[in-house]
C-alpha cells in the first residue's frame, strides 16, 4: 500500500473542506475536496480512494447515496459520514448500509483524523498516524 | 463496547435470558449486584436503592425527593459501566435512561403468560384468577412507575429494538436472537454514538452531584458543555445560578456550565397569598 491515504472529502459547506484539508495533509492524507456530490460520484467512478468522508444532508444528492455508490464500486473504501443532523435512525441507517463511522458535526479535527488513523490501521496503511497525532499535542 | 439492555414483564426471566446472553457473548453482566458499591459510594442503604427501583412514590413511603435521588445514583453508575465494557444490563431501568445511543440494543422479553399464572398461584397458594388480577395489577404498577419516573411507559414495545414473547420462542431460542441481533453493523459503536454515550453518563453524574441541593435540576450535556434548568423565585435566581455553577463546574469532564432558572410560579403563588 502506498505512504499516503487517498481521501475524497465532500461536503457542500465550503469552509468544511477549507479547514479538514490542511488537517488531514498533516497526517499523510492526500486529500481532494469537493462540494458539489455530483461532481464527486463522477470522480468516484475514475478513481477507487482508501477513505471517503461525506456529508450526509446536502442538495439533490445525500450522504447516504454517496455511500451506497461507493459501496458498488468498492468494499475496501472506508466510508466516514459526518453531519450537523446526528440522529439514532440516521446513524443506524449509515452503518447498516456500510458506513465505517459516524461523526455528528460540529467536531474536531483531530476527532476525525482518530477516525481516519483507525481506517487505516484496518487498510494495513504504513503511515503511523498515533505517533503524527501525539507530536501534535 | 457493546450494550444489551434486557428488561422483562418478569424480573427473574429477564434476569435469566440476560445472564445467558452475557454468558453466550462472553460480555458482562450488569445487574442489582452493582446496587451494594452505588449504595457504598453515596452512603445510602441499599435497601432503599431496591425500594426506588421497585416501589413508586407514597404518601406513607419512600418520598418522590429520596427516589428521585436513588434512582439518579443508580442511573449515574449505570451509565458510567456501560462506557467502557460489552455489557448485558438487567434489573437497573437502563432501558428508561440510555437513550438514543445506536449501539445499545434494547430487548423486552415477555415472559410466557400461562407459566407466570401457574407460578404465581402456586407460590401465593391463590387461584388462578387471583393470580391474574395480581399479575396485571403489577404490569399497571410498572406501566405507572415508568411514567412517573422517566415519563415513559416501559410496557410499551415500540420503546424497544426487539420485542420477544416467550410463549411460544424458548429462552436458549431467546438467547441465540439477542446474541445474533447485536452483531448487526447498525449496532456497531461509532464515534457519534460512543459521544452520546458519554453525555449521558456526564449528564448523570452533576445531576446526581446537584439533586441534593437542588431537587428539580434538568441537566444535558454536549462534550463538556452543561446546560442546567432549574426554577427558582425571581430574587433567588442569580444565587441559585452561581450556586449550581460552583458545584457543576468542580465535576471532571465539565468544562463549561449554562444555567437556565425559570420562575419557580408555584412558590411564587404560594407566596403571593401570604
Redesign the interface.
Known amino acids: 500500500m502506498a505512504d499516503q491515504l487517498e481521501v475524497l472529502l465532500l461536503d457542500d459547506e465550503p469552509i468544511v473542506g477549507k479547514r479538514l484539508k490542511p488537517a488531514l495533509a498533516k497526517i499523510g492524507c492526500n486529500v481532494e475536496v469537493f462540494e458539489e456530490p455530483a461532481v464527486a460520484l463522477k470522480r468516484l467512478d475514475e478513481k477507487t480512494f482508501d477513505v471517503v468522508v461525506t456529508d450526509i444532508r446536502m442538495d439533490d444528492i445525500d450522504g447516504i447515496q454517496v455511500l451506497e455508490h461507493v459501496r458498488e464500486k468498492s468494499q475496501r473504501t472506508k466510508v466516514i459520514m459526518i453531519t450537523g443532523y446526528?440522529?439514532?435512525a440516521l446513524?443506524?441507517?449509515a452503518?447498516?448500509k456500510?458506513?465505517f463511522?459516524?461523526?455528528?458535526k460540529p467536531?474536531k479535527p483531530d476527532?476525525l483524523r482518530?477516525?481516519i488513523a483507525k481506517a487505516a490501521k484496518e487498510l494495513g496503511s504504513s503511515i503511523n498516524f498515533e505517533v503524527e497525532m501525539e507530536n501534535e499535542i | 463496547m457493546s450494550i444489551i439492555i434486557i428488561s422483562s414483564d418478569s424480573y427473574p426471566v429477564g434476569r435469566e435470558i440476560a445472564m445467558k446472553t452475557a454468558k453466550n457473548l462472553d460480555y458482562d453482566f450488569l445487574g442489582r449486584e452493582s446496587l451494594a458499591q452505588i449504595a457504598d459510594n453515596h452512603t445510602i442503604e441499599e435497601s432503599k436503592l431496591i425500594k426506588a427501583m421497585d416501589d413508586g412514590p407514597s404518601f406513607l413511603g419512600m418520598k418522590k425527593r429520596v427516589r428521585n435521588r436513588c434512582l439518579a445514583y443508580i442511573q449515574e453508575a449505570t451509565l458510567g459501566a456501560l462506557i467502557n465494557a460489552n455489557r448485558v444490563c438487567q434489573g437497573l431501568a437502563a432501558h428508561l435512561y440510555v437513550l438514543g445511543i445506536s449501539h445499545c440494543l434494547s430487548v423486552l422479553v415477555l415472559a410466557d403468560p400461562e407459566q407466570i399464572l401457574q407460578q404465581s398461584a402456586s407460590n401465593k397458594g391463590i387461584s388462578k384468577k387471583e393470580a391474574k388480577k395480581l399479575i396485571d395489577r403489577h404490569n399497571s404498577f410498572r406501566r405507572r412507575w415508568s411514567m412517573d419516573a422517566f415519563d415513559l411507559d416501559e410496557t410499551d414495545p415500540s420503546q424497544y429494538d426487539l420485542t420477544i414473547s416467550l410463549s411460544q420462542i424458548d429462552a436458549d431460542e431467546a438467547v441465540k436472537i439477542i446474541s445474533e441481533t447485536i452483531t448487526y453493523r447498525r449496532f456497531n459503536p461509532m464515534t457519534y454514538s460512543v459521544k452520546c454515550l458519554h453525555d449521558l453518563e456526564l449528564a448523570a453524574r452533576v445531576r446526581s452531584a446537584l439533586l441534593e441541593s437542588f431537587p428539580n435540576v434538568i441537566v444535558r450535556a454536549n462534550s463538556g458543555t452543561l446546560v442546567v434548568e432549574t426554577a427558582a423565585l425571581k430574587r433567588e435566581k442569580r444565587k441559585r445560578a452561581e450556586a449550581i455553577k460552583a458545584v457543576a463546574g468542580k465535576i471532571p469532564g465539565v468544562e463549561y456550565v449554562e444555567v437556565h432558572v425559570l420562575n419557580d410560579i408555584f412558590r411564587q403563588a404560594a407566596e403571593s397569598f401570604r
Open positions: 446526528a440522529m439514532m446513524a443506524r441507517e452503518m447498516e456500510g458506513a463511522d459516524f461523526i455528528a467536531f476527532d482518530r477516525v
